[in-house]
């Protein structure tokens, strides 16, 4: 581990000197002491992103909700549970050359969320009031100071991939989409494998499926060439 | 692992010939393809039951759901999602001497789920539709024909554990209920060690905390008593 820091920190690579914030895995949403809502995001694919980064030579802060995967390894790692967590953990960051959320973020929370486990008994099913999240992608697309140069989001959909994620992007104001097909017939969504559309200002680019590591390095060097 | 099999075969233990059911792990219930309802349940304390009734010589059926922890060695293992995935597979089990319901499951499911992902905008807040889950506990304990001659239940509870409990025993109509705490404070969900009070027809017995390998090695000789 020691070697492998040395190694990154007389690194060469294309993006030495850049601070690339990356966001990974799923966030966990309390409704008692005991549940919670989650999503089948793994975390492979922001961990892989994350590393094929630092392979590149970037100083990558890795800000990650509950993921299945380890953390990769020379980043520097954020771990928090909510969506409201992560918005702050990356509000806190220091500036970033380029930002890639890849986490899956819970769109709502609960806002009766108790402190007690809720009973079974006598008091009938659950009443569960939700609120949105921060929109994390949005808030950064949109900074007025400070903004990364790049901001990538990503668009898991499961009906109308293209045709969400283009609007996803306008929405958001990013640079770029990362699109892909969760559809449980995919095998995506905790599988090894992804097959992405990378939608940007120049349409939508469909790249062959291929393992989430290959994915992974394809997009490290699609923004090292951005960074340039 | 095939020593341990043979091992296992050849086994005196006081189970031998026994055949126990063991459920363990949470339960997922979906919201939608990908948004799920969980539960803070490691599955630790349920494995640890199941290998050590079955280093007692005893044939463990393990239904587990989607666990943190890996499943034991030398037990048979049937994996479920849902709640009332995980009824039908205790319903599908052979006959067995004893059951242990150390799975959390969920109390709820959502009979809204979607087939599609649910989007955020435009359609406002989710509007979660819930009905209770089969009560597992209750069912086995009931049964007019072929009840395990003991059934044991686990009841996960953040305040008046033994008050609690002891209700629950009696509602469910099962033989003993471990207890336990799983208030935030405890670090017991998730954790290495639990602090249990096992409450049966001689009333309560509060054990000393202590790794959940010792409590499930004690809990297995107490059970090996009761079938001897």
Redesign the interface.
Known sequence: EIIAAIDAALSDGPLKGKHILVTSGPT?EP?D?????????SGAQGSAIATALAALGAEVSFVTGPADVPAPQNVRVIPVQTAREMLQAVQAAPAADAAVFAA?V???HVTNAGD??????GSG??Q?E???NPDILATVSQMKQGRPKLVVGFA????DVIA?ATAKRA?KGCDWIVAND???ATGI?GGTENAVTLISDDGAEAWPRMGKDAVAQRLAQRIAEVLL
């Not at 898991?156 to 009906?159: F, H, M, P």
């Open positions: 966990h409704i002491p005991v549940r919670y809502i989650a999503n089948r995001s899956a819970a769109d709502w007690s486990k809720i009973k079974k008994d099913l659950p569960l939700f609120a949105e898991a959909e499961t009906d969400h929405r969760v559809s449980p969504m």
